[in-house]
């Protein structure tokens, strides 16, 4: 095509011309029918196409075509998809003067080959018009093919999006035409003329005429216009995967899950001896009583101190889990630890749950779309996430699912995958190192979105991998629950009337009574009483365990028409459970419970006749990946307990610790159950056991002492609060020997020997115990009270049993007198039964059997009224021995505090009184209780925290104090006393030179009221702790302090949080930190001390005390500790101080390693701003927290960080042994970084 093909409409011209020569040369229009235009010799000899952009808004339009496409087949499909977009075009051109022409053009491009640029002027005509205006439109239909590759069993959507961009343009066409141009005409009749003539005579009035440079003439022509023109098409293929082939795996792999655990789980065989009978689910399952353990902190307005304590919350079910105001988290627990002693019914209740959830009946099955059981003594070393569920959840008719298609499924349906993990206790020590999978799922590095479920008995170690977001205790069955489950047992054999037998039989046997609240021997007592109502007599675990033993030994031996011997087993059975009990002993010491067969076989043991008495069953393994023949135990515990009876036979002949390689107490737990059973088994073996658990006590329990045991949060004093931080290794320890108690007293109840009383009294120099978690251990104890006639100390402690009942159950226990003894019964939230005052009859025989005993109540309720708190009083009158009372946050007014006062003279033993947080006492109730002071001289610990009381109050309390000359810790804190009360009190503190412990926080005193009180202190040289936060006494107050703190070289605790000091202040007492040699806790925290102040406090903190020096003089070889360093100091709090940025927070993260016993540290920036700390000074503190050992909870709210050093300090914590919490502001963590780590706390 030539440029002049563009121009088809010239030959309208062209012909107008010829019909005006015709007309002049005929002189009548005749001719007026173009025929044809002979342009042969027509020449464009110049031409010049110019375009440019016109203004800079955009038009943009959009088209989206999609389709669902479908492939049912195992290949790949390729489908063509077609979008199609009709287009319109429409086009007006108009003549302007001088005969150049405008046109406007809007035009409207499908997707095809347009790209980018001008290319559109190639698509459009320009026309000439003789009329003013014309107008053309057009429709085009193009489209666009697309071909998509759809893989085997998916389904996609695909969707082709065009974005087109339009905008005005202006273009300009100059062309120049030389030569001859034939036309011919017709008129009516047919008859035709050619005319011929030169292009430049007849167009010379549409253009301008030129000479070229051979001099030939040539008319010019050229149009200006504008058009709407298209810069750009975006096009974008989107493939949504509606369904995929791992969907269908999914499907299939759910239904199989579902469908086996319907087989394998539903019912269960409760005697092995029995292969003919079993049991569902749905029949026998009874509930069990749940326990969630939390740990939380309450706090007052920020200005309270933190207190950390344990609670128990009993559960409907685990649904209740997914309650925020149950557990009080903001989002579903990842982690649920289920604990349990042996026999408590874990696995069974697991295995319901797994049921219940395939079905979706509850919570968590609703919640999760794959629910996995996995039996953790099953798992191998080395062995895969993905192998375990191919092992033990999955069919093997199951086709098309392998290990890869297993990993693809739980990596596509993570937030939905269900891990039910059964008995850590039973995982073999070579699955639980670090690096395998069980860990690493447990800590999160494995499926970190998944939900795990995990059941252990106690203290199996689930915790080192992982702090599980809630903590649940199976209590075994309430008394309700019991009568039910020995209903449905005995309606299952269709002998009902057993259970009422049974149930009246066991009334009265308070032995056997604290055993059938555990599933596996109250199934067991079902057991015997169906088939031996004389064997249900004992209440040891051994005894039923040996009677149901007796009773699968004579049933065989009537099968087998084998003669019973009148006393003890035939021969045969002995020897072959004995050889038995030596192969569960070798397994449970290597942490299992299955035997090979193969293994057994090699040893000559008669496993058939083992098979025909029941102990065992013979099973293959539920693990497809190693698949083998084994005998199985019914229980863990009964393995145990043939272990046991070996040992006891062994222990005859060899030494126990190289017997059962009890080298410490954590091995000791391990085989606890095991200990129990051979101390039941064997009088003699019972004694040598003892003999080494207390060789065993005095090795890892001697540095402990009675004060340490006041301190551990679930045995702490009512009254007593815990004013210094204890040391991990303490609080590890009191907790270990907390366990070892009960395990003695377990060993007592088993075998109740004189000799074995005497070796556990040796083993326990003090007994603390929980009477409402332990009751099961009321037998033991009351043997112990009853023969014990030793120095020893007892700590009981009930949270349930009113004051009356406890009294009395105390009685009970002690039926003859013990002057030796001293027993702390500590009821805390107790309620008193006012319309039951304690008997004088008990008064009386406690006073005589335990004048050791000493009583400490906290009590729970509203005591506003004048006669309730009466009633209150005719019950504490009676008891016995009352030491502390806690009334706080009881409501109590003047009128209602009046008859407690009165009463003080029948408590003349009391040394702690508490009355916090009662806002109506006010001044008023000051003077109520002045009176009242002179009756209890032996008063050492006096909290008067947040009771409105002013000056006057002050001032009228405080000549009353004279009393309490063996005052330790007096606390005022909360009450606006003002310097003018703090006079008043100044009068009588050098008086109390026992104090330790003086709490004067929020209480209104300025630089003037410690410019009065400093002179006093410096006689209360025993001061341990001193609190004067949240008191405006700025630079000055610290000034004058600081100068007498070499008097007080006592001092562990020195709270000065919110007191207004700067650098200036923090520089006095830098000048005397030397002499606080004992310092443990530091809280400048909330102040405007700058980066120089805060790095030379931390500088000088740093340097070790003289008390270090002492323990580890230089040259020292056996100093363990690094150089220079600070060993006392526990716990700093440098945060929130107004003028410290990151640079002085970064050089303190270079410092701190030098402070390696520190358990608390708070680094947390000012409010406002924040503090930066740079990738360099985070990385000194990730490099720092290692060298902290004993760091539990680090504060680095208010900081900001850059990503690279957030993730270093995170991955430090998460690794650190102990450290359990990081704090850190939410809206200051960086983008994209991870935040999953369990310690993180945002």
Not at 411 to 432: H, I, M
Request: aromatic share 6%; with cysteine; net charge neutral.
């Amino acid at each position: 095509m030539t440029d002049l093909d563009r121009f088809t409409d010239l030959d309208h011209i062209f012909a107008q011309w010829a019909q005006e020569k015709l007309r002049k040369k005929f002189r009548k229009p005749k001719y007026k029918t173009l025929v044809a235009v002979d342009a042969k010799d027509l020449s464009v000899e110049k031409y010049e196409e110019t375009y440019h952009r016109e203004g800079g808004t955009e038009n943009v339009t959009y088209n989206e075509t999609s389709e669902d496409l479908e492939n049912n087949s195992n290949t790949v499909e390729e489908h063509v998809m077609t979008a199609t977009d009709t287009t319109k075009s429409s086009y007006e051109w108009s003549q302007t003067k001088g005969y150049k022409l405008s046109a406007s053009m809007s035009v409207n491009v499908g997707l095809p080959d347009i790209g980018g640029g001008l290319s559109v002027k190639g698509g459009a005509e320009f026309q000439l018009f003789e009329k003013k205006t014309k107008k053309r439109e057009m429709e085009d239909s193009r489209g666009h093919q697309t071909k998509v590759d759809v893989q085997p069993w998916s389904k996609v959507r695909v969707s082709i999006r065009t974005n087109k961009k339009v905008h005005k343009m202006g273009f300009s066409l100059k062309f120049c035409l030389q030569g001859k141009v034939s036309v011919q005409m017709k008129k009516k009749s047919g008859k035709t003329k050619t005319v011929t003539g030169d292009v430049v005579d007849i167009m010379q009035k549409y253009g301008t005429v030129e000479t070229d440079t051979n001099g030939k003439r040539r008319v010019c022509l050229s149009i200006e216009g504008t058009f709407e023109g298209m810069t750009r098409i975006d096009r974008k293929v989107n493939t949504t995967v509606l369904s995929s082939k791992i969907d269908k795996d999914t499907d299939v792999f759910k239904t199989s899950v579902k469908d086996y655990y319907k087989v394998k789980l539903t019912s269960f065989k409760p005697m092995s001896w029995n292969d003919g009978f079993s049991l569902t689910y749905d029949e026998i399952f009874t509930e069990l009583e749940l326990v969630q353990i939390l740990k939380f902190k309450t706090k007052k307005e920020s200005i309270q101190s933190e207190a950390e304590r344990e609670q128990k919350q009993m559960l409907n079910s685990l649904d209740d889990l997914f309650n925020p105001d149950v557990t009080g988290l903001s989002t579903a627990p990842r982690c649920i630890l289920i604990e349990g002693e042996a026999g408590g019914g874990k696995t069974t209740f697991l295995s319901k749950e797994a049921l219940d959830a395939v079905s979706q009946k509850t919570e968590l099955g609703r919640r999760h779309d794959l629910v996995l059981f996995i039996r953790l003594r099953e798992v191998g070393e080395g062995e895969t996430i993905e192998e375990m569920v191919w092992d033990q959840c999955v069919p093997e008719t199951t086709e098309g699912v392998d290990v890869q298609s297993i990993r693809a499924i739980l990596q596509k349906n993570e937030s939905r995958v269900l891990f039910l993990l059964d008995g850590y206790d039973e995982l073999r020590p070579e699955a639980r190192a670090a690096g395998q999978a069980i860990p690493k799922l447990l800590s999160g590095k494995l499926y970190p979105n998944s939900t795990i479920v995990i059941t252990s008995r106690p203290s199996a170690g689930v915790q080192q991998h992982t702090r599980p977001d809630c903590h649940v205790h199976i209590m075994g069955f309430s008394r309700r629950h019991v009568e039910k489950y020995m209903q449905q047992y005995f309606t299952v054999l269709e002998k009902q009337e057993l259970a009422n037998t049974l149930a009246e039989h066991i009334k009265d046997k308070e032995l056997l009574n604290t055993l059938i609240y555990i599933p596996i021997f109250l199934m067991l007592v079902c057991v015997l009483w169906e088939q031996d109502q004389k064997m249900v007599s004992t209440g040891t675990m051994t005894g039923l365990y040996d009677n149901l033993l007796t009773c699968l030994v004579r049933k065989h031996c009537k099968r087998e028409a084998v003669a019973m011997p009148t006393e003890g087993l035939p021969t045969e059975v002995a020897e072959s459970l004995l050889q038995l009990g030596k192969l569960a002993l070798e397994a449970l010491l290597r942490n299992k419970t299955l035997l090979d067969l193969t293994d057994v076989e090699k040893e000559n043991v008669n496993w058939e006749l083992l098979l025909k008495l029941g102990v065992v069953s013979l099973e293959l393994s539920s693990s497809r990946s190693h698949p083998r023949k084994q005998l199985n135990f019914s229980h863990k515990t009964m393995q145990e307990f043939l272990a046991g009876r070996y040992v006891a036979h062994a222990l005859l002949n060899q030494d126990i610790v190289e017997l059962l390689q009890l080298t410490s107490i954590t091995k000791v737990f391990e085989l606890s159950n095991l200990l129990q059973f051979t101390c039941g088994c064997d009088s003699r073996a019972a004694q040598a056991v003892m003999e080494e658990l207390s060789n065993l006590s005095k090795k890892e329990f001697s540095h402990l002492q009675t004060y340490d045991f006041q301190h551990v949060s679930t045995y702490s004093l009512i009254m007593e609060m815990s004013h210094l931080p204890v040391k991990p290794e303490i609080k590890k320890s009191v907790e270990a020997y907390r366990r070892f108690v009960l395990l003695c007293l377990d060993v007592l109840n088993e075998t109740k020997e004189p000799g074995v009383l005497k070796t556990v009294s040796r083993a326990l120099p003090v007994i603390i115990m929980d009477l409402d978690r332990h009751s099961n251990k009321n037998a033991a104890l009351k043997y112990y009270m009853k023969n014990i006639k030793s120095s020893h100390r007892m700590i009981l402690k009930s949270s349930q049993v009113d004051v009356t009942k406890a009294l009395q159950y105390l009685k009970q226990i002690v039926p003859s007198p013990i002057p030796a003894l001293k027993v702390d019964l500590r009821l805390q939230y107790v309620h008193v039964t006012f319309n039951s005052p304690v008997p004088d009859q008990t008064v009386q025989h406690l006073q005589h059997c335990l004048p050791g005993l000493r009583v400490d109540l906290k009590l729970f309720g509203q005591f506003n009224l004048l006669d309730k708190t009466a009633r209150l009083v005719s019950v504490l009158k009676n008891v016995p021995g009352l030491r502390a009372l806690d009334l706080s946050h009881t409501e109590l007014t003047p009128s209602s505090l009046q008859p407690l006062v009165q009463a003080f003279s029948h408590m003349s033993l009391l040394e702690e009184l508490n009355l916090s947080y009662n806002t109506d006492l006010g001044d008023a109730g000051m003077e109520v209780l002045q009176v009242g002071l002179s009756s209890v001289p032996h008063l050492a610990v006096l909290r008067l925290g947040w009771v409105s009381m002013t000056a006057v109050g002050m001032s009228s309390l405080a000549p009353f104090m004279r009393h309490l000359v063996r005052l330790r810790e007096l606390d005022i804190t909360g009450n606006k006393i003002g310097d003018s009360g703090l006079e008043s009190l100044t009068t009588v503190l050098p008086i109390f030179t026992a104090m330790q412990v003086l709490g004067l926080r929020l209480i209104s005193i300025s630089p003037t009221g410690m410019r009065t009180l400093v002179p006093t202190l410096c006689q209360l040289t025993r001061l341990i702790k001193l609190d004067i936060s949240y008191n405006d006494i700025g630079d000055p107050g610290l000034e004058c302090l600081s100068a007498i703190l070499h008097h007080l070289t006592a001092m562990k605790v020195l709270d000065l949080r919110l007191t207004g000091i700067s650098d200036r202040g923090i520089s006095s007492l830098i000048k005397a930190l030397p002499h606080l040699v004992q310092l443990q806790v530091l809280d400048v925290s909330g102040n405007n001390i700058g980066d120089s102040g805060i790095v030379s406090l931390v500088e000088t903190l740093c340097q070790p005390s003289s008390l270090d020096m002492e323990q580890n003089p230089p040259g020292d070889k056996s100093l363990t500790t690094a150089p220079h360093c600070n060993t006392t100091l526990q716990e700093l709090d440098i945060g929130r101080n107004r003028g410290v940025t990151g640079a002085g927070l970064g050089r303190v993260a270079q410092l701190i390693s030098a402070l390696p016993a520190l358990t608390r540290l708070n680094m947390s920036g000012p409010w406002y701003p924040p503090a930066h700390l740079p990738d360099a000074a985070a990385m000194a503190l990730a490099e720092a927290l290692p060298r902290l050992p004993a760091l539990e909870r680090l504060d680095l709210e208010d900081i900001s960080m850059e990503l690279a050093g957030f993730q270093a300090v995170v991955q430090a914590a998460e690794e650190h042994p102990t450290l359990e919490e990081l704090h850190y502001s939410r809206e200051r963590v960086p983008e994209g970084a991870d935040t999953t780590a369990s310690c993180l706390r945002l």
